[in-house]
C-alpha cells in the first residue's frame, strides 16, 4: 500500500475541533525502547527495510511496491504512544495499529496518523479505506465515487509542516473511539470514529516510503 493513499479522503480540521487537554492519562509502562544496541530486538523488518543505526531506528523503502514495515508486538486497547522522528530524505511515514487476527480489513488495519510534507492525518482504518468492501470498491472505477461517500467522518487532517533534519517529539493518544495527536507539546490532530475502539490492537509499525525516517526513543504505556 501506498504510504499516502487515503490521505486525499480525510476532513480538513480546524484547531476547534481539537481537544486542547489529554484524552488519556498515561497507566502501565508496556514497552521502552531507545535503541541503544545494534540489533533490532523485539522490532521485526516485515517489509524492507529497517535497521539500528547509531542507538537510533531507521526505516528506509527497498521495495517498489511497498514501503518498509517495522513492527513491534503488544496487546493493547487504549494507549499512549510517544516517539522522536527524524526524516532523513523521506517526505513522510505512517505510525500504525494493527490487529493481525482481525479479518474485517486489509492486513488486520485498525488506525493509523500519517504525517506527510504539509499535513498530518488521521485515519480509521477499520470502518475506513481498509475495510475490506469499501478497499475492493476502491479499486473499481465505476464505484470509487460510491467507496468515498463511505468514508465520510472517518478521517481527518490538519495543516502542519514537516522538515527535514529536524527531530520532533510525537504524542498519539487512542481512548474508545477517539485518537489525537501532539507534535512537540501541542495539540496537532483529532479524530473520533468507531473502528478505533476495536477491542484489541495487537501491534504498532511505522511504515516509511523513500530514502529514510529515523526514530528514537518509542514508548507505550496503557491508558487510563
Known sequence: MKLLAFLCLATLASAADIP?????????????DNFERKDLGEWKSL?????IEGGELKGWQ????????????????????????KLVGSTGFNAVF????????????ICRVAFAPTQIRLG??????MRNDIYEMRKDPAHKKDADKLLEGR????????EQQKWYQVTIELKSDELRVSVDGKPVGYLKSPGIAHETKSSFHFTVNGP????????????K
Open 62 to 85: 527497498t521495495r517498489s511496491d511497498h514501503g518498509a514495515v517495522g513492527r513491534v508486538y503488544r496487546p493493547m486497547k487504549d494507549v499512549v504512544v510517544e516517539f522522536k522522528f
Open 155 to 162: 478521517g481527518s487532517a490538519a495543516s502542519f509542516k514537516l
Open 20 to 32: 486542547a487537554e489529554p484524552i488519556a492519562q498515561k497507566g502501565e509502562l508496556i514497552l521502552d
Open 212 to 223: 529514510g525516517a529515523l526514530f528514537d526513543d518509542v514508548k507505550i504505556w496503557k491508558a
Open 124 to 129: 480509521d482504518d477499520k470502518e475506513g479505506v
Open 47 to 51: 517489509i524492507p527495510t529497517f535497521a
Open 98 to 109: 494493527d490487529d493481525q487476527k482481525f479479518k474485517g480489513s486489509h492486513a488486520g488495519h
